[in-house]
């Protein structure tokens, strides 16, 4: 499915003297971006259609509407600044029933035991972590409201460590040198058979968990036991359950459902 953030891809590609426009130009072609953007936003299922209507308004537009005009990579990376969290819920409020959607990766049996986080960098000796090893960092719960891009949305309770402080911890995603960041994270189950890439301050994002439980209990096997992501600025899609690996890059990562035509991003 084509989604409204493809929108740049379609229009014609910005002319490099740009800068030369006048604010009017500017202007016209913002309204036109715009307009484009609500006709392809009629396309998307009913379902999603609430949702986005549903949603916390920024800027005078609801989000979704807002993130049409931000439709660029550059901005969508920018966009959710730290300032920016999901709504968070009280605990009551959490589904018992957690909804399990999509089993690619999960099919092979897992050894929980011999299961090793291994994380990789460029210029870094690959570490080989235990859930006991991430369980030292600070625990963090979120009660969001967890959405797939297939029209469905459930408030659910997960508990983890902040992406953020593991990224801390081990020193990870930063060059040596330069201390610059690299751009992206990629991901994937044990076995390769689902797979994502993260832009990384998204990743970076406070609300962004490495989930080992979920209703106050360890992870279900089919919920991505024993470790998942959680990353509410993004669609479900790129919520990798059952993590094997973590790699940083300036190359961006294989992603499952990109390559079946989804929107790399998937940003909300
Ligand atoms: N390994 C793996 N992770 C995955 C998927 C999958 O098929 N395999 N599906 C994704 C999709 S589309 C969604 S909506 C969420 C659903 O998570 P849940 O089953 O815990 O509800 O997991 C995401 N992570
Ligand atoms: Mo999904």
Same mark, same amino acid.
């Given at each position: 499915m084509a989604t409204v953030n493809d929108l740049d891809e379609k229009l014609p590609k910005k002319k490099?003297? $740009? %800068?030369?426009?006048t604010t009017e130009q500017h202007i016209r072609r913002r309204t036109l971006k715009a307009f484009l953007g609500f006709g392809l936003a009629s396309l998307v299922p009913y379902g999603v259609w609430k949702w986005i209507t549903k949603q916390p308004r920024a800027g005078g537009l609801p989000k979704a509407f807002r993130s049409v005009l931000n439709a660029n990579e550059q901005v969508a990376n920018s #966009?959710?600044?730290? =300032?920016?969290l999901a709504p968070t819920f009280p605990? %009551? $409020? =959490? =589904? *018992?029933?957690v909804r399990i959607n999509g089993r690619d990766g999960l099919r092979s049996a897992l050894d929980k035991e011999a299961w090793r986080l291994t994380v990789q960098q460029p210029g870094q000796k690959p570490l080989a972590l235990t859930l006991e090893d991430l369980k030292t960092l600070p625990k963090q719960e979120l009660i969001f409201e967890f959405k797939c891009i297939e029209g469905w949305s459930q408030i659910q309770h997960w508990g983890g460590v902040r992406f953020a402080d593991f990224v801390e911890k081990y020193q990870l995603g930063q060059k040596t040198g330069?201390?610059?960041? #690299?751009q992206h994270v990629g991901m994937k189950t044990p076995d390769g058979g689902y797979y994502v890439g993260i832009d990384t301050p998204s990743a970076l994002h406070p609300q962004t968990l490495l989930a080992y439980e979920m209703n106050g209990e360890p992870l279900p096997d089919l919920h991505g036991a024993p470790l998942r992501l959680i990353i509410? !600025? &993004? #669609?479900? !899609? *790129?919520?990798? &359950? $059952?993590?094997?690996s973590i790699w940083f890059s300036d190359e961006r990562p294989r992603d499952f459902w990109a390559e079946r035509g989804y929107d790399y991003h998937v940003g909300l």
């Open positions: 490099p003297e $740009r %800068e030369e426009l #966009y959710f600044s730290h =300032a920016n605990k %009551e $409020r =959490a =589904a *018992k029933n330069s201390g610059d960041w #690299y509410p !600025v &993004k #669609y479900g !899609v *790129k919520n990798l &359950k $059952r993590i094997g």
